[in-house]
Every structure is written in structure tokens, then in C-alpha cells.
């Protein structure tokens, strides 16, 4: 009989221990400073997600009371670029771990914006931050209506009109001497 209870007992740790892998928590990098913790299920009672450098600093320590799956995001682009590791721990211990190293991506050396201001009139907005050239290409559907090359090399903001435009819409497309070429919108 002794040995039966001991078997019981053993079995019952061996199953709570895979209970908590079988739990459904995901740990991912998003975007360069960006993380997101995601259960795929409701957790058992309160999670805390605990973010840490490589000094085992506590950046951060979130407490999350949910009773039903969710995600949810991190932005770390405050911190400076390095080695962080997330940890997701609820009442049995740490169910995650995950490490990840962040960057900063560089700021895009042109800026692009199109605004729709009605009366078949848009405003573009380049900013190029290199002083390179800039040409500007409009097309009606798939014909190109207008070019224009723009003398002040550190940007542009000008107002469009466009007559009879058809169907298919209105495409701006941005180009400049550093090899940056973009559509910047289809309306």
C-alpha cells in the first residue's frame, strides 16, 4: 500500500510538472524593441512578466490578472540597444524565458506623406535628409501623368490638382539620388 501512495504521489509531480509546459505561452520579438508575450490560453491566476539586461537588472516587472488567452507588447526603443530577457512566471514558477537583442533601426533618410485635401487636390510632403535629389513621379492608374525634378534638395511640400482622374486611382512615387524609391500612396 506504502508503495502505491509513493507511485501516486510521484505521478502527481510528474503530471503538475508537465502541466506547466503544456501551458501555451509564447515569447516573441516583434519589431527591433518590441516584444510581445502571448498565452493561447486563459492563465491560472495572476502572471507576472519580468524583463531584465544582461546585468540581471530588472528593467521592468508587469503583473497581469487575465481570465481569458490575450497578448500584449513591450516597447523597449527607451532602453539602450543590448541583450534583454523576458520571463513569464505564475504561481507554479517560470513557465518562459526568452532572450533577445535590440536595436535601433536607422531613421529612413526620406520622409514621404500624401493628403488627400479634396477637390481632386493632394499635398505631398518629401523631406529628404541626405540633400540628394528628389524626382517625383504621378501616374493615373498606370500612365505617368507628371514628373518633376525639385531644386530645394532637402525637401518638398507642394499641393497637386488633378483633373479627370480615372478609376484606378492616383499614385505618387518618390525617387532620390541615394537609390530611395518608394509609392507613397494609391488613392
Not at 59 to 74: G, H, L, Q, S, V
Not at 81 to 102: C, H, K, N, P
Not at 122 to 130: A, C, D, G, I, P
Not at 155 to 161: A, R, V
Amino acid at each position: 500500500m506504502k508503495k502505491l501512495f509513493t507511485l501516486l504521489f510521484v505521478a502527481g509531480i510528474a503530471a503538475g510538472a508537465f502541466a506547466t509546459e503544456n501551458i501555451a505561452v509564447q515569447i516573441r520579438q516583434i519589431e527591433p524593441t518590441k516584444v510581445a508575450v502571448a498565452f493561447n490560453e486563459a492563465p491560472q491566476g495572476t502572471v507576472i512578466v519580468k524583463i531584465t539586461d544582461t546585468e540581471d537588472r530588472v528593467i521592468m516587472r508587469d503583473r497581469i490578472n487575465k481570465e481569458e488567452a490575450f497578448a500584449k507588447k513591450y516597447d523597449l526603443k527607451a532602453l539602450p540597444e543590448g541583450t534583454y530577457s523576458v520571463e513569464v512566471i505564475d504561481q507554479s514558477g517560470v513557465l518562459r524565458t526568452a532572450t533577445f537583442d535590440t536595436f535601433v533601426a536607422e531613421a529612413p533618410a526620406v520622409y514621404t506623406r500624401v493628403t488627400p485635401m479634396g477637390d481632386n487636390q493632394y499635398r505631398l510632403l518629401v523631406s529628404n535628409l541626405q540633400a540628394k535629389d528628389i524626382e517625383v513621379l504621378i501616374y493615373d492608374g498606370n500612365q505617368l501623368i507628371h514628373t518633376e525634378k525639385v531644386d530645394n534638395p532637402q525637401g518638398l511640400h507642394k499641393i497637386y490638382t488633378i483633373d479627370r482622374a480615372n478609376a484606378d486611382g492616383i499614385n505618387f512615387r518618390v525617387k532620390t539620388g541615394t537609390g530611395f524609391e518608394s509609392f507613397v500612396t494609391m488613392l
